[in-house]
């Protein structure tokens, strides 16, 4: 149980594009769902936290026109990175969480996203 | 904010040792994951432990809430057990507060 989906698992888009990452709880439902961007060899930096229906929050210093967040169902939030450039190059992961866990986070497998 | 520190922040071993990884931190949490990261990014949970001990097979988890730390155990290890290994702690917004883990290398 507590499966968290990821797509793609990589990706690679030329600068200026903009990219979709899906996050999908596939066995329950999420009521929130959180989007990390981890640099190599550091641990994760949360970027924002979506409950289902309602504004992403986003931390201090992340875009909120850059990386816009839709969390439109409980089992379904979307990252879109939009007008990438080489900077925005990292390994993004989403993690899910449902109302009976009581905090506990399921990770997705992360997306590789390279931006040329 | 709360500060969670891991040590130690390396550990190279041959197959077949035990291991001890710690967690200290700096406030009260309402919980706390140790996660195993692979080699190829994914985030396994390992244990969701706000105090007392757990065990899964040869890994085990106790965290001594009123001291501030976990220790992680790793018994008999195997190459797969490799790749980094994440403290995180519930602060009171349920946001997970990351360590920046311990990078475990298993000889064969």
């Known amino acids: 149980g507590a499966v968290v989906s990821q797509h793609p698992s990589r990706v690679i888009c030329k600068s200026g594009t903009s990219v979709k990452i899906e996050c999908r709880s596939l066995?329950?439902?999420?009521?929130?769902m959180f989007w990390y961007r981890q640099f190599p060899k550091k641990s994760l930096m949360l970027m924002a936290t979506?409950?289902?229906?309602?504004?992403?929050?986003?931390e201090q210093g992340v875009e909120k026109d850059k990386f816009l967040i839709n969390h439109a169902s409980l089992t379904l939030s979307t990252l879109t990175v939009t007008s990438a450039h080489p900077e925005d190059s990292s390994f993004y992961i989403c993690?899910?969480?449902?109302?009976?866990?009581?905090?506990?986070?399921?990770f997705g497998p992360g997306t590789r996203l390279t931006v040329t | 904010g709360i500060q969670v520190e891991q040590s130690p922040p390396d550990l190279i071993l041959q197959e077949g040792a035990n291991s001890t990884l710690r967690c200290n931190f700096s406030?009260?949490?309402?919980?706390l994951q140790w996660f195993h990261q692979n080699p190829w990014g994914q985030l396994i949970n390992l244990f969701y432990?706000?105090?007392?001990?757990k065990q899964n097979g040869r890994l085990s988890a106790t965290t001594v809430a009123t001291e501030r730390y976990s220790l992680l155990y790793i018994s008999s290890s195997q190459t797969t057990d490799s790749g980094v290994y994440f403290c995180?702690?519930?602060?009171?917004?349920?946001?997970?507060?990351w360590g920046a883990g311990t990078k475990l290398i298993i000889k064969p």
């Open positions: 406030d009260s949490v309402n919980n």
């Open positions: 432990i706000p105090s007392g001990t």
């Open positions: 979506s409950n289902e229906g309602s504004k992403a929050t986003y």
């Open positions: 993690s899910a969480r449902s109302l009976g866990t009581g905090g506990e986070q399921y």
């Open positions: 066995d329950f439902q999420a009521t929130t």
């Open positions: 995180a702690v519930l602060d009171s917004n349920y946001q997970l507060i």
